[in-house]
């Protein structure tokens, strides 16, 4: 039998298919170059905490405790250092001593999110703490599909979008077993005792050289820049405790100065060495602007805040 041969009608709806598909991919194909550039566009203007240069710490509950973990770049090691719920701790925003286990839920409940938890333990321990997450983080250090799905759909933190791709691109990079925990419990940073409501807890002490190492930055060593912590409130009680996070980053002695009360007033950084790490440093830690230096100071650096500040803080 001989072959029909295909109607001119046929052909030329086959080539109009072809057609059509050829459209619909140079279509799809501009479309992901679209979305490419626009993401592009939208992380080299969004904003970051980590500079990826040196250390990036973050806290997190979990149902073991509150999990503070950092990372270190020039390391390249993460430690996670757990901190047992029934450790009692100054609460941030003047609302007293809690159970750390309580600090995430009484967050929420006072409308501060997270927040209320990393001042707290920066409150507490002098820690400095860059950021916060929900308890879905905890999985960021797993394996590939668990981290994936615990950096960027975790919705319940401050960490930016931009840190969250540093952050996934470190731990895959990472090399396997530069990961450590630290059983907060374990050290000198903790007494057991009994807390005021008769149960059994842990009370905070300083933290051993060991821990404060952890968060020590090269770079603000080396920068070497004096800092003063100048106190516009009628509160002294914050003063070393803000002082000692400085130092904790590896700031030389900080110098504390007291100033006439400035009523209404928040913090602020003053200097002229804005694009320093120690700048950039000591205005995420406690979310203040950096402005020009006040004429008056010969310090490099000065973080002054006020009664607003005291009240948040």
């Known amino acids: ?117 990393s001042r707290s333990l920066i409150k507490t321990f002098s820690m400095p703490i860059d950021a916060w997450a929900g308890e879905s983080f905890k999985d960021y250090n797993g394996n590939f599909l668990n981290r994936t799905k615990a950096i960027f759909l975790t919705s319940d933190t401050n960490i930016k979008l931009k840190d969250k791709i540093k952050l996934w691109f470190f731990i895959l990079f990472m090399p396997k077993g530069n990961s450590e925990t630290i059983y907060l419990a374990e050290t000198s940073a903790l007494s057991l005792s009994k807390l005021p409501d008769g149960s059994e807890g842990y009370l905070p002490n300083l933290l051993p050289d060991s821990i404060e190492r952890l968060f020590f930055i090269d770079i603000v060593s080396q920068e070497n820049l004096r800092l003063g912590v100048v106190n516009v409130s009628d509160n002294s009680g914050l003063v070393r405790t803000i002082a000692k996070t400085f130092e904790t980053i590896g700031v030389r002695p900080v110098i504390i100065k007291d100033e006439e009360f400035i009523d209404g007033f928040l913090c602020a950084v003053y200097t002229n060495e804005k694009d320093s790490v120690t700048a950039k440093k000591t205005s995420s830690l406690f979310d203040c602007p950096i402005k020009n230096k006040r004429s008056n100071s010969n310090l490099d650096i000065e973080f002054v805040f006020g009664e607003e500040f005291v009240q948040r803080f």
Do not use: C, H
């Open 1 to 117: 039998m001989k072959r029909k041969r295909p109607t001119i009608r046929k052909l030329r709806q086959k080539r109009s298919k072809k057609f059509n598909l050829r459209k619909i991919l140079r279509i799809l194909i501009l479309a992901l170059l679209l979305f490419i550039v626009v993401l592009f566009i939208k992380l080299a203007i969004s904003p970051s905490v980590w500079d990826d240069k040196y250390q990036f710490s973050f806290a997190y509950p979990t149902t073991e405790g509150v999990v503070v973990a950092v990372l270190n770049p020039t390391l390249k090691t993460a430690t996670n250092i757990i901190i047992p719920d029934n450790t009692q701790v100054e609460v941030a925003s003047r609302l007293g001593k809690w159970r750390l286990g309580s600090v995430w839920q009484l967050g929420k409940q006072e409308k501060l999110g997270g927040y209320l938890l």
